[in-house]
Each structure stands twice: as structure tokens, then as C-alpha cells.
């Protein structure tokens, strides 16, 4: 059976703010699903929704089916029960998302306790236990956040993550806030633990060579729908929608001199989820926009084989020319 | 700044740009509906007092030929009853705003004109100046004020004065405190920079930029500080180091006391002053929160 | 000064740095205060000397005093020796505990200060310990459910009582529950702080008795500020991360709170109580004197409707320093709760 599957996700914020405007995802147990988009995309929000963790008055439509039941409609009670035993989240900068007054290893073994793992001694152990297998010495479960590095506090949470052995782990920019040491060693460590454990990762980021590199599929998001999903690599290398190509633009790229002398980027910001624009919402900073995209929105449509996308030119006779360098204005 | 950037018209537009930011802080302020009740009962207290000369006249307080018996109940005659000379209580309360009020505004000006003063100063200067004027606000911020101001009402004659000059003196570290921190980050933005590169003086920065954009700030503080200084008067009126040849409520709630109305139960005697006190005292300190979330949404008032 | 209430934390929250420098830091705290009490010293002494020109002269306050009692007067209390020569004497004199003879009651005024002080710390510390508590229970539920009525109420409630007058609601509380105002009987002594005559827990029960009226008085006038504080430190702490990830971890929202939120809060609401401290000497000097109360504060009074200047300048000392030092306390208890502060 699907892990996860959400079936038209919206969610309003009491603003009026459109955060999630109707996005399907599904993933299968042991596979990695990659979420990319700017800051402002709604991809932290979708991953807030997925535990019902947004802020009270906050409006969320459609299913998320955690393992066939759905989290939207659970009594509050169930809601808990599922955090962190049935899916847990790696939160983006570590340093804020730990409590500066708990030990570590409290941290770590309050939702074993909490959801009835162990008596608190084995609790403890386990702790430490956790913490030995994200790389760190188990006698740092006497440790406060701030005595640690930013890497090593983000192990903490992979560790914290990986207590009440969830079935879905959801790392929203787990290394945005590293250098790029760090970033590799923390990438291969969530990697390897997803592989050992057949759970389902998955991992929201802005960086798409990232996700490239670590998940099976890829979902790029723009003012909270999915615009393009696909296959990772495929997704990277090849983007259909324009969006997609100016994000896997945007990094240069290694043994591509050319990239990393003439990096692209996107004119424009993100636009305000209280006041998008009509049709395709894509269609002010796009490069290769039709007069029609300004009318008409784009839904996802087949591309190809595990492939979708929502642009006009997907699915039509001619395909838009590929090649990020000539159709993205390069940013200044 | 105005000045600098247009000077054609320097003058003109800079009195166009306070308007605007007058009219903006307005509109925002009228939407704190504590705030706009604290300020409505503010009008009616000012109104009460500088109309008093008119409404009860200045007779009211006069011990000799006073109008009733010593200590009646309120009545058709004296609604709020008499005092333990036969004057009327409601008279002297209306009469007495006029001193309790004069006497928190003095003192809050003083207060925060002193606050302003070392607040700016140890914010633009920094050194040595600054870290002893910063420990001796500190000292000042730990001392209990009002043992302070007590002392210094007491070794020096009973006058208005005096108790303006013992509250004010005592009651100016938080503002200093404040001012300091507005200072250090006016003075960190980059047109401070500018201002000094062209040539601009100690004084020119202080007076033209720092003290613009601290004077909100200084706003919402004077309205706080007056709500505890018409506190402070009535405290030290109470207990007996106020002006004894004027009419205030705290001097009022004294006479009270000294009279045995409590006692005795004359309840009338007591309740008008005291609820006078807390009204004015509340409707500054609601039009003081107001303020300060005005200008700075983020110090969780009316969160 | 409700803003020292909301404001305050910003400024206080100066912290130690670095882990192994507690000693270091409770060195720097402890030279602090040392140097803060000697200004108390300096202040007392020149508050009381320079600015009447004669202290002789306020003490006898214009009744006929003949030459030689005066000059009596000034052997008796140091005046007819140079300033230095004075200011030395009055040092050491204070640092060895002799406050010098209080005019009114002819007797010392350390004497009269010791006297009184365990009524005051009675009166204080079960005042203190209630509006704390109270104070931090009721702006823990108003910044947990700030903006609703419940939060609306409690402020309202909280600022309008802050803007009371102590004494006046003292003299209130006595009309109506100790002299008894119509259908309400008189249930609590007007004041003092016992009846007399009693013995054993008899008279417990007699000084409890005493102590509910000025309690719930000095409580009712204090627990405001202290609800205020709460409230903010929480409100600073509810946007955090943390406390979306003890919510994602399935805790209880009570849990959320109580586990999470309030600890980190806690902190700055710990100092701000203290640094608080120098109202509450106002309120209950206030207190005292409406309810007699045979403490430092009722004392003060009595003092300083003489006035007694030995008598007045000695509680000064006494009231500045007690709160100083209770003051460096909290600092340095600060970093033992704190664990981002090492020790």
C-alpha cells in the first residue's frame, strides 16, 4: 500500500494567504521524495500540514492518507499518536528547533516515552543508542544544544527523527543552515538510515541539486501547486517546465565551467500567495509565456513516462526549445 | 535630514512629512479601542480641571466658612457628602484634580526630560562616559524610588516643588534605559554615517537626528510615567510629605484618615479621591500602551 | 512604569558568556554590588547632611530649642566636626552595624531596625510567594490564550488595580471587612498584628488572622506586575521552533506549555521579579502604615512624620541595600537556571 498519499492539499491561512493551492503527492515505503521551490513556495507549510501542525485558523482541504487513513479528519488524539511514531520531521535550522533548557538525551527520549516505547531507563539508552548511529559519542545526551556545532545539532534531530521509528520522515531543509562539508556528511547520513530502515524520506529543499542527488523523485513546487514531478534525475537534467529549468539553472554545476562562471537565475520574486496572478501563476516572470498563459491556468498533464508537468507547452506538437542558457535572463 | 536632502523647500516639507506621520500614527491609534477609552476619560479629567475655577471655584476648599456640617453622608446638597469640615467632597475632589494632575505632569516631564538626556547622551557617546552614566542608571533602575523620593521629601521643605523635583529625580532610569537603546540603533543606520562624513557635529546629530526619532518613544513614556507619578504625588501626600496649604487627592485621603473616617465607616470620604486616582492613573497608562504598540508592535502589548 | 514591566527583560538580559567564568562572573556581580552599596553609603549620608544645610535644625523642626541644646545636639551626633572627618566616622559606624540613636525613640536605630524586621519579612514573604505565583499562573493562561476574553479580562483586571493606590485600597479592604460596611460584618482586626494575650498556636492562628487583610492587599496591588511579565517573556517564546517540535513530537498542548514553553520564560520573569522588588518596599511601607503593622515600614512612617533623621536615613540604608542585595542574588542565581550560560 502507498505510504503517503495526498489527494488535493489546499491550505489558507487566516490572512487569506494561499499557501497550498491543491497538490497530490504519493510516496511508497523506502522510496525518497524530493520537494523543491523557492522560499515562499509553500513547501514548509505542505510539510507542516502533513501532522496538522499549522497555526489555528489556518484552512486545509483535501486527504493526506498516512498508510490509508487520513490525518485531516483523525480525532486530535489519533493526530497525536501519529506524530512522530507514525511520521516525524527533521526541522530546518536545528539551533532554534531544539529546546536551549532540555538535555539532549531528554529531547531525544521524550516522544519514546511519550508514546509508550519504554520505561524511562531503556528510554535513555535508547538515546543514546540513537545517538551512536547519527555519529555522535552517547555521553552527548548530557549535553545542552548550544554546547554542540550546528552539524552536530542537526544529527540530533535526525537522531530525535529516528526514536519512535516512524514509517515517514519529513527533513524540511535539513542542511540549508551548513557549509558544505557539513551538508555532504549530513545528506549521506540521512541517505544511509533511510536505506537501512525501508522508511519513506521526504525532503523539502531549495537546493535541486541536492535533491537530485539524493531522492528517487523529484516535485517542483511554485506558489504552492506542483508544477513539474518526475524522476530525480531526469527532473534536474532535463526540466520541463520552465521553472524548473531556471531552478536547476540557478546552482552551477560542477565540471560545467560555463554554469559556474554565467550562473542562472530568475528575474523577479515569488508571488504574493494573497494576491497571485491570473492564470498560470508562473506566467509574469516566464520567459517563454504564451499570451494565453496570462488566461488560461496550466494544470499538471502527462509528459512522458512517469512524468508530469504543468506548462502550455507541455503535451503540445512542439516541445519549447531545452537548454537553460538561451530562454532564462540571467539574473544581476 | 529634510533639510539636508531639499533645500528649496526644506522647511515646508518637513512640516508636510510630520503631518503625514502624525495623521498615520492617528489612524492606527484609533483602532486600540483601551487606548481610546484612556484618552475620552483623559479629555473629561482635563476638562474637569481647568474648568474647576468656574464649576466649584476656588472657595470650595476654604476651611472657615464652610457650607455643611463636619462629615455628613452624601445628600441632595452634597452628593458625595462632606469632609471633617463641612466642605463638599465632591467639590474638593473636582478641585483637587487640579493640583494632582499639575503635579504628575510636571514631575513625568522632568522625569523623562533627565531620562532623554542621559539616554542620549550615553547612547552617542560611547566610553568611559557612558558605562558610568549606564551604572548609575542602573543603581537608580534597583533603588526602590519611592524610599528615595520619601527621603527627599523629607529632608527638604513641603512644597509642590519638592515633591515634583523628589519624583522626577527618582522615577527617570527606565526612560533612560530605553532612550539609550533608540539611541544605538538610530545612530547604527547608515545616514548617521553620512551625517558625520559631512562634517556634521556632536550636537547637529543628537539634536537632528537622534532626538527625532527618539521623541515617539519619549511619547509613549511621558504618558506611562505620568500615570505613576500622579501615583507617587498621591503617595506622598498620603503620607503627610505633600504641600499641606493645597487641595490633592492624595492629601485628601490623608485628611481622611487623620479625621477617622475609616473608622468610622464615612466611606464617602474615601472612595471619590481613591477612584479618582485609579481612573486618572489607569487612563494614562492605557493611552501609554496604546501608544507604545503603536510605534512598536513588537513590545507584546497588544498582542 | 508598567513599561519597566514589558520593556525590562531587553535590558536585563545581560548574561555571562562563556562556561567556565562563573566564578569569574559571580566576582564581577559580588564588586558590583559592592560598589552600589557604597553609593547607598555616599547617597545617605549627603542626602541627610547637605541638602537641609542644618540637620539640627530639621530635627527640631522650629520648637524652641535653646543654644547649648543645640550644640548638645551637634557633639551628640558629629556635626561640629569637618565634613571628611564625618563622612569617615558615619562610614565605619555603619559598616560595624551602629546606625546611630533614633531622636524619637531614644534607643538605637539598629535596634529598632532588627525589632521590626521579622514582622516585615512575615508580612512580605507570604505576600511575595502569593502574588508571584499568582502572578505567573494567571500570565501563563493569558499568553496561552492571548487576544481571547479570558487574556482581555485578566489584563484589565491586572492594569487596573496596578493603577490602584495601595494605601487607598488598604483603607478599603479595612472599611469594608474590618469595620464592616452594612450587611458585611467586620470578619478581620483592623490592624496590628495580634490581639494580645494569646499563646502557642493560639496565637498562629491570632497573627494569621492579622496578616490576611494587608496580604491580600499588598498581593492585589503586586500581581500585576508580575502577570504582566510573565505574559510577555511567553509571548517572546511562542513564535519558537522548539515548541513546533515538542507539538510534532504528538505532546499534549498543556504539555507544550508546560514542559517547553514555560521553563524558557521562566528566566527573564525570575529577574524581573526581583529588579521588581523596590515597588514592593513601596507597597508595603504603604501597607504597614495603613494596617499599623509593627514592621520596617510602619516604622518608616512613624520616622518620617517626626521627622526622625537618624531614624529615617538608617531604613534608607536599610531598604536600599536589602534590595540591592537581592537584586545580586538574582543574578547570580540567573545562570544556574540557564543552562545556555555555563557555570
Known sequence: MTLLDVRGLTVTYPGGAEAVRGVDLSLEAGRKLGIAGESGCGKSTLALALLRLLPAGTKVGGEVLLDGEDVLTMRWGQVRAVRWAGASIVFQGAMHSLNPVHRLGDQIAEPILLHGGAPPAAAKRRAGELLEQVGLPAARARAYPHELSGGQRQRVMIAMALACDPRLVIADEPTTALDVMIQAQILRLIEQLVSEQELGLIMISHDLAVLADTCDRLAVMYAGRVVEEGPARTVYEDALHPYGRALSSAFPRIGDPASRFAPRGLAGDPPDPTDL?????????????????????????????????????????????AGPAQDVRSTT | MTADAAPATPGRLARQRRRQSAARFWRSYRTHRAGMIGLAALVLFALMALTAPLTVGSGVAGVTDA????????????????????????????????????????????????????????????????????????????????????????????????????????????????????????????????????????????????????????LAQTTLMISSSVLAEATL???????????????????????????????????????????????????GRAVESVLNPRLGVAR | MVSDAVTAPVARARRPRTGTAYPRYVAGKAGGAAVSLLAVLVTGFFLFRLIPGDPVKTMTGGRP??????????????????????????????????????YQFRAPVIDKITEALPNTLLLTGTAFVLYTALGMFLGTRSAWRHGKLGDKLNTGLALTLYSVPSFWLGLLMIIVFAVGLGPIPGLFPTGGMESGGKEGFAYVLDVAHHLVLPVITLVAVEYGQTLLVTRSALLDEMGSDYLTTARAKGLRDDLVRRRHAVPNALLPTVTLVFVNLGRTVAGVILVETVFSWPGLGGLFYQALSVPDLPLVQGLFLFFASAVIVMNTLADLLYPLLDPRVGR
Open chain 2, 237 to 287: 501626600a498620603f503620607l503627610g510629605l505633600g504641600d499641606p496649604t493645597v487641595i490633592s487627592w492624595g492629601g485628601l485621603l490623608q485628611d481622611a484618615r487623620e479625621a477617622g473616617a475609616v473608622s468610622a465607616g464615612d466611606w464617602w470620604y474615601l472612595v471619590p479621591p481613591g477612584i479618582a486616582i485609579a481612573l486618572v492613573a489607569l487612563a494614562f497608562t492605557l493611552c
Open chain 2, 67 to 218: 457650607p455643611g456640617a463636619p462629615l455628613e453622608a452624601p445628600s441632595l446638597d452634597f452628593p458625595l457628602g462632606t469632609d471633617r469640615f463641612g466642605r463638599s467632597v465632591l467639590g474638593l475632589v473636582v478641585w483637587g484634580s487640579r493640583v494632582s494632575l499639575l503635579v504628575g505632569l510636571l514631575a513625568a516631564v522632568l522625569s523623562v526630560v533627565i531620562g532623554t538626556v542621559v539616554g542620549v547622551t550615553a547612547g552617542h557617546f560611547k566610553g568611559a562616559y557612558a558605562t558610568v552614566l549606564m551604572r548609575i542608571t542602573d543603581w537608580f533602575l534597583v533603588m526602590p524610588a519611592l524610599v528615595l523620593a520619601i527621603a527627599l521629601a523629607t529632608v527638604m521643605t513641603r512644597s509642590l516643588g519638592t515633591v515634583i523635583l523628589a519624583i522626577g529625580v527618582t522615577s527617570w532610569p527606565t526612560t533612560a534605559r530605553l532612550v539609550r537603546a533608540q539611541t544605538l540603533a538610530v545612530e547604527s543606520r547608515p545616514y548617521i554615517e553620512r551625517a558625520k562624513a559631512l562634517g556634521g557635529g556632536h550636537w547637529h546629530i543628537m539634536s537632528r537626528h537622534v532626538l527625532p526619532n527618539v521623541m515617539p518613544l519619549v
Open chain 1, 277 to 321: 496572478p491570473s492564470g498560470c501563476a508562473f506566467h509574469p516572470r516566464c520567459p517563454v509565456a504564451l499570451d494565453e498563459c496570462a488566461v488560461l491556468d496550466q494544470p499538471l498533464r502527462e509528459a512522458g513516462p512517469g512524468r508530469r508537468a504543468a506548462c502550455v507547452h507541455v503535451g503540445a506538437a512542439v516541445p519549447p526549445p
Open chain 3, 65 to 102: 530649642v535653646s543654644a547649648a541644646q543645640l550644640a548638645e545636639y551637634r557633639r551628640e551626633f558629629g556635626l561640629d566636626l569637618p565634613m571628611w572627618e564625618q563622612f569617615t566616622d558615619y562610614c565605619r559606624k555603619a559598616l560595624t552595624g551602629d546606625l546611630g540613636t533614633s
